[in-house]
């Protein structure tokens, strides 16, 4: 079945680095969707990629898609502590449902 | 502001016990999910439905069963609860099979003893 694979699993940085997670599938996707889930909370949705080689921007967070929509990244730029939290990439199965990768958490040193 | 509303925010259970969780949306949603979230284990879908009377197994049904019989509630329901079911759960619903972001509930920490 279709697999989702998150890397690194953790990344603690020095406030002020930056910070990027990736999203990798063994198939084509159709779409691919960041969430953001703080300690303690729940995941909130950040941003859908549709189109190839899409890359969209919120503030310090730039999110892209690949050109073969295989992979995708999501890169904070100057880390700050309220970034801390648990990013998750998700894909559509083509079942009714999502298929969520496995989450990097970011740990944000002051 | 849309919303999912999980009923306790801190459940304690004994083993054994049958345990219902409720999840409520009020956005007029299609499809509804159950995950479970474990350290190192990510999101885990239980079950989803996305229609009301329908429902489907997600990759970890076993212990787990669910209920729709209205369009904005979704049930979970642990027959007989065992410790390794203690876990936190999250409802989740969306408006579109393809392309809808997920919108969550704030979780129920499930505690069995």
């Known amino acids: 079945g279709q697999q989702v694979m998150q890397i690194p699993q953790y990344q603690h940085v020095q406030e002020g680095e930056d910070f990027t997670t990736y999203c990798n599938s063994s198939?084509?996707?159709?779409?691919i969707q960041w969430y953001k889930q703080r300690p303690g909370g729940h995941p909130v949705f950040l941003i859908q990629?549709?189109?190839?080689?899409e890359v969209k921007k919120q503030k310090r967070l730039t999110f892209q898609f690949g050109e073969a929509k295989k992979n995708s990244s999501l890169h904070i730029t100057a880390t700050q502590t309220t970034d801390v939290g648990t990013y998750f990439c998700?894909?559509?199965?083509?079942?009714?449902?999502?298929?969520f990768g496995t989450g990097t958490r970011l740990k944000v040193l002051a | 502001d849309v919303k999912v509303t999980q009923s306790s925010r801190y459940l304690v259970k004994r083993t054994g016990e049958k345990v219902f969780l409720e999840c409520v949306q009020d956005m007029d949603h299609e499809n509804m999910f159950w995950y479970r979230q474990d350290p190192g284990l990510g999101l885990r879908l239980i079950y989803f439905s996305y229609d009301v009377k329908m429902k489907e197994k997600g990759d970890i049904p076993e212990g787990y069963s669910v209920s729709r019989e209205k369009k904005e509630r979704f049930s979970l329901i642990l027959e007989s609860a065992s410790t390794n079911q203690t876990s936190m759960y999250l409802c989740?619903?969306?408006?579109?099979?393809?392309?809808?972001?997920?919108?969550f509930g704030s979780g129920t920490r499930l505690t069995v003893v």
């Open positions: 990629l549709v189109k190839s080689g």
């Open positions: 998700a894909v559509y199965s083509g079942t009714y449902k999502y298929i």
């Open positions: 198939t084509t996707l159709s779409n």
């Open positions: 989740a619903s969306s408006p579109d099979v393809a392309v809808g972001s997920y919108t």
